[in-house]
Structures are given as structure tokens and as C-alpha cells.
């Protein structure tokens, strides 16, 4: 079965700071990767997605991820963070069925301090 | 374009009522989903359907029904509301593997 784990639980990164939130995976075949984000009250955005070909993903908001499959991680980068950034946010890995069903970790929630 | 609508946004139940959450779609997706969003757990799967007519159990199915009856509509019955079955829902559709979500349901049962 697949598996998601977000290995932090709170971060707290200074405006202007660079970031990173952990991602590891557990999925038997070429993994499809998702990262949401969820401001508090609201839906669920999507940031960015893998499905194959360069493992480094551009995605919205100045948001970037790397897959590697030698660790199993698809952690989510930003080279700064503006204080709107301040939100949850959750790592999915699709079975790439064509569906996506989505496992989803338990989230890290980011506090971004002044 | 409306992409996935859930009604109600929020509801209050007593123990043992019943209610449908209301999910539709008007991106003609085949595949359409229910989770459950809980403080520290992250979203797990509740049902899903691959099309009219088709259903199927996800991580935590017990205490819900579902049925799809068109492409664009895939409700969420709670027979019997329990307690424990106070948390968001969001419902998603899909296409290629990306998924849409819904603004999600709030559901506090007392």
C-alpha cells in the first residue's frame, strides 16, 4: 500500500527565509506526486505535480519541488517566503491509475514570522 | 466554470440524524471522490466512483453511503451521524490523474 510521511509537524521560517518541507514516499511503481496547499477555512490549491520526465517541478507561487527516487522524497522548495505563505501543507501521492486515488500525509503546518 | 460545488458549507447534526452532503461537477469527470479531513490525520479516502454507477469502498467507508446515479453529481449519506464523524469533507473529481476539490463541508455532530 502507499504510503505518505510529512516528517514535520510545525515550521517556523522567517519572512524572507528560504524553505523546505520533507516529503517521503512509500509506492511500489513510478510514483505520481502532488503538493496541496490549505489556507485556514479553505479548500484545497494545488502547487505543483509530478508525473515523469525532470525531476525538479516548477510550480505556482514561486513554489518548487525535486523528486528523488533514490530517497524516496519529494520535498517542497521556495527561495523566500512572504508572509502569505502561512498555511498548511500536504504531500499526496497518486497510484496512477489514471484516477488518482490520493494518499495524503498528515500535513505541515508553516508559521511564517515577521 | 463552477468546477466541483459542495453543499452544504456547513451543518450541524444531533447523534443518530441522517443527511446528504451534496457534491457536483461540471467538468464531465469520470472519477469522483469523498474524504475526510481530521486535525493531525490529513485526508483519507472514504468512497470513490469510477463513473455512473460504479462505487467503491476507500480507507474509512464505514458510517457512509454513496451511489452515482449521473457523472456530474456524487453525494454522501451519513445514515446514523456519530460523533466521531465530526471533521471536513471535501469531495474531488479527477482527470489524469490530477485531482479538484471541492471547497469542502464542515460537520459538527453533537
Known amino acids: 500500500a502507499q504510503s505518505v510521511t510529512q516528517p514535520d509537524i510545525h515550521i517556523t521560517v522567517s519572512e524572507g527565509a528560504s524553505l523546505e518541507l520533507r516529503c517521503n514516499y512509500s509506492?511500489?511503481?513510478?510514483?505520481?506526486l502532488f503538493w496541496y496547499v490549505q489556507s485556514p477555512g479553505q479548500g484545497l490549491q494545488l502547487l505543483l505535480k509530478?508525473?515523469?520526465?525532470?525531476?525538479l517541478v516548477q510550480g505556482i507561487k514561486g513554489f518548487e519541488a525535486e523528486f528523488k527516487r533514490s530517497q524516496s522524497s519529494f520535498n517542497l522548495r521556495k527561495p523566500s517566503v512572504h508572509w502569505s505563505d502561512a498555511a498548511e501543507y500536504f504531500c499526496?501521492?497518486?497510484?496512477?491509475?489514471?484516477?488518482?486515488?490520493?494518499?495524503f500525509g498528515k500535513g505541515t503546518m508553516l508559521l511564517v514570522s515577521p | 466554470n463552477a468546477g466541483v460545488t459542495q453543499t452544504p458549507k456547513f451543518q450541524v447534526l444531533k447523534t443518530g440524524q441522517s443527511m446528504t452532503l451534496q457534491c457536483a461537477q461540471d467538468?464531465?469527470?469520470?472519477?469522483m471522490s469523498w474524504y475526510r479531513q481530521d486535525p493531525g490525520m490529513g485526508l483519507r479516502l472514504i468512497h470513490y466512483?469510477?463513473?455512473?454507477?460504479?462505487?467503491d469502498q476507500g480507507e474509512v467507508p464505514n458510517g457512509y453511503n454513496v451511489s452515482r446515479s449521473t457523472t456530474e453529481d456524487f453525494p454522501l449519506r451519513l445514515l446514523s451521524a456519530a460523533p466521531s464523524q465530526t471533521s471536513v469533507y471535501f469531495c474531488?473529481?479527477?482527470?489524469?490523474?490530477?485531482?479538484?476539490f471541492g471547497q469542502g463541508t464542515r460537520l459538527t455532530v453533537v
Open positions: 474531488a473529481s479527477s482527470y489524469r490523474n490530477e485531482a479538484f
Open positions: 499526496a501521492v497518486g497510484d496512477g491509475s489514471g484516477y488518482s486515488t490520493l494518499t
Open positions: 509506492y511500489g511503481a513510478t510514483p505520481y
Open positions: 509530478y508525473f515523469s520526465g525532470d525531476t
Open positions: 466512483s469510477v463513473g455512473a454507477g460504479i462505487t
Open positions: 467538468m464531465n469527470h469520470e472519477y
